[in-house]
């Protein structure tokens, strides 16, 4: 289970590492949509790697 935690607390980290910075830096657009992918499969991993 610490795992987890630790995974869910890393993607948790990178959204808000990612709403901090992105006023400021002003990503291009498919960077943030490479961003949002990026997450998404993370997201898709944890709830896979949670079911076993």
Do not use: H, R
């Not at 890393?10 to 498919?30: E, N, Q, R, W």
């Not at 998404?40 to 896979?48: F, K, N, Q, Y």
């Amino acid at each position: 289970m610490k795992t987890i935690k630790q995974k869910k607390w890393m993607i948790y980290s990178a959204i808000g590492l990612y709403l901090i910075f992105s006023p400021f830096t002003g990503f291009p657009v498919v960077m943030e949509s490479a961003i949002y992918v990026l997450l998404g499969g993370a997201l898709l991993w944890l709830s896979t790697d949670s079911d076993k």
